[in-house]
């Protein structure tokens, strides 16, 4: 019912920016919060920075200062800027999506597939 694309993902050297994107698609009433999520070479998924649909950012302590997360309602997409990238951020993203599909329902977790991001030298 809702798909979640991400893009933007590569190899940057350390010290440098990538731009990830999260295109949100099908049937959607109203998106209550997205979110960037990911999961490092041997860890655990760790949860990165999330906007509700007020445009407040909530990041996390390891990203703080150096991300900044923000959201195109009107297109239902998700940015996410990062500058000074270090080989700690180097992690698969995964974008995550609260959707209401309909006035008169719920809302469910819907998740991207991911995209890699590498930070080495």
């Known amino acids: 019912q809702v798909q979640l694309v991400e893009s933007g993902g590569g190899l940057v050297q350390p010290g440098g920016s990538l731009r990830l994107s999260c295109a949100a698609s099908?049937?959607?009433?109203?998106?209550?919060?997205m979110a960037w999520y990911r999961r490092a070479p041997g860890k655990q998924r760790e949860w990165v920075a999330d906007?509700?649909?007020?445009?407040?950012?909530n990041y996390a302590d390891s990203v703080k200062g150096r991300i900044t997360l923000s959201r195109d309602n009107a297109k239902n997409t998700l940015y996410l800027q990062m500058n000074s990238l270090r080989p700690e951020d180097t992690a698969v993203y995964y974008c995550?999506?609260?959707?209401?599909?309909?006035?008169?329902?719920?809302?469910?977790?819907?998740w991207g597939q991911g995209t890699q991001v590498t930070v080495s030298s």
């Open positions: 995550y999506a609260r959707v209401q599909t309909s006035l008169n329902s719920g809302s469910d977790d819907y």
């Open positions: 099908g049937r959607i009433f109203r998106i209550t919060v």
């Open positions: 906007i509700p649909s007020d445009g407040s950012t």
